[in-house]
T-cell receptor
């Protein structure tokens, strides 16, 4: 089925560990982004990409890295996990700017202990 | 500053009753406007969107929304709520003026009483 695939669905990390959250889409969407969702705070943009080789920071980029080597993939790397990064992470993609809206993945629930 | 406000954190309605979820925005230009629904443990699903034309837009699952420029609002409505509509609803704005960035509201959690 076409869409946005995120792996893993659940992850527990120890403080200081690093990991990569995977995101892949098969819709040939130009635009991809990572959000984190925390209770009462809605969705906050971490990083986004407008095409292969182009990334930029969002609202809350600290502690996260991204790269976009292909149109399909947009991994999010946690460099040194902290308890404040406990959250649900969503990857989303869009065909083009503006009017189309996002297609979201099903999320990764990350707990940092 | 660009922002989205969903003033109701929680709303409870009885099954079969009508529903209106409020969304107000602040944006420099005429924005693209969206409503998303999130069921527990799931990602967000696009319900409907507005970017031009008729200010009353129809979406999936029997939802509709009306864009009111004078009130900077984009309220979501449904004439008769079903128990399966219990979820969290997010309003979002953005995407206009060549930007890919979307701003999401903090969400409204809907509870449906049988």
């Amino acid at each position: 089925n076409a869409g946005v695939t995120q792996t893993p669905k659940f992850q527990v990390l120890k403080t200081g560990q690093s990991m990569t959250l995977q995101c892949a889409q098969d819709m040939n969407h130009e635009y991809m982004s990572w959000y984190r969702q925390d209770p009462g705070m809605g969705l906050r943009l971490i990083h986004y990409s407008v095409g292969a080789g182009i990334t930029d920071q969002g609202e809350v980029p600290n502690g996260y890295n991204v790269s976009r080597s292909t149109t399909e993939d947009f991994p999010l790397r946690l460099l040194s996990a902290a308890p404040s990064q406990t959250s649900v992470y969503f990857c989303a993609s869009s065909y083009s700017q503006g009017a189309y809206g996002y297609t979201f993945g099903s999320g990764t629930r990350l707990t940092v202990v | 500053a660009q922002s989205v406000t969903q003033p109701d954190i929680h709303i409870t309605v009885s099954e079969g009753a009508s529903l209106e979820l409020r969304c107000n925005y602040s944006y420099g230009a005429t924005p693209y406007l969206f409503w998303y629904v999130q069921s527990p443990g799931q990602g967000l699903q696009l319900l409907l969107k507005y970017f031009s034309g008729d200010t009353l837009v129809q979406g999936i699952k029997g939802f509709e929304a009306e864009f009111k420029r004078s009130q900077s609002s984009f309220n979501l409505r449904k004439p008769s709520v079903h128990w399966s509509d219990a979820a969290e609803y997010f309003c979002a704005v953005g995407g206009a003026s060549g930007t890919y960035k979307y701003i999401f509201g903090t969400g409204t959690r809907l509870k449906v009483l049988a």
